[in-house]
Antibody
């Protein structure tokens, strides 16, 4: 079964850091781009970051650029999001998602598998 | 990075057809055939319904169809069913600097 399981969320004070992880199983992880997408309470989906299958393409939303870093460890079938200088507006449910398309060198935004998400709350 | 523009809400009766629009720019929707559509029920993760503008992933009903004209993409749901009531989001590739942009979402109510 194809599965993504996020972890690492929690309550953190403004200005602090948090590292999210996403464990993938059931597919060949290093063949697909991966994404982080967030959803603030009662709000819509917001693309946060993505990394292509070979890490040749990496992108960030303007709202997190310079504060968040995406990475992947293909040997561990895992995706990460290092979040620094957290702000109240980063409070959201963070989803990990897999790209549908095989070996694309761009971040297509076609996300066919999603995890259940991990909640990040930034508050003092 | 401006979000794609979707209507906040649409509604229709069972059996009817509805269309949700998604307006972007020549930098995203208008330039690439990489528009996707997602369905999200309350408390659930999004589900991919359409990719590459008009293709359906395996298992998605053929009542769902996608199209594009200029800078506007559209999702049409025919033969509306109660289970189609959900939030719908469009998403587009937006070039190698911006990468990916979502629409603000549309709440579909089945009357």
């Amino acid at each position: 079964e194809v599965q993504l399981v996020e972890s690492g969320g929690g309550l953190v004070q403004p200005g602090r850091s948090l590292r999210l992880s996403c464990a993938a199983s059931g597919f060949t992880f290093d063949d697909y781009a991966m994404y982080w997408v967030r959803q603030a309470p009662g709000k819509g989906l917001e693309w946060v970051s993505g990394i292509s299958w070979n890490s040749g393409a990496i992108g960030y939303a303007d709202s997190v650029k310079g504060r968040f870093t995406i990475s992947r460890d293909n040997a561990k079938n895992s995706l990460y999001l290092q979040m620094n200088s957290l702000r109240a507006e980063d409070t959201a449910l963070y989803y990990c998602a897999k790209d549908l398309l095989y070996h694309y060198d761009i971040l297509t935004g076609h996300m066919d598998v999603w995890g259940k998400g991990t909640t990040v709350t930034v508050s003092s | 990075q401006s979000a794609l523009t979707q209507p906040a809400s649409v509604s229709g009766s069972p059996g009817q057809s509805i269309t949700i629009s998604c307006t972007g720019t020549s930098s995203d929707v208008g330039s690439y055939n990489l528009v996707s559509w997602y369905q999200q029920h309350p408390g659930k993760a999004p589900k991919l319904m359409i990719y590459e503008g008009s293709k359906r992933p395996s298992g998605v009903s053929n009542r769902f169809s996608g199209s594009k004209s200029g800078n506007t993409a559209s999702l049409t749901i025919s033969g509306l069913q109660a289970e189609d009531e959900a939030d719908y989001y469009c998403c587009s590739y937006a070039g190698s600097n911006t990468h990916v942009v979502f629409g603000g979402g549309t709440k579909l109510t089945v009357l």
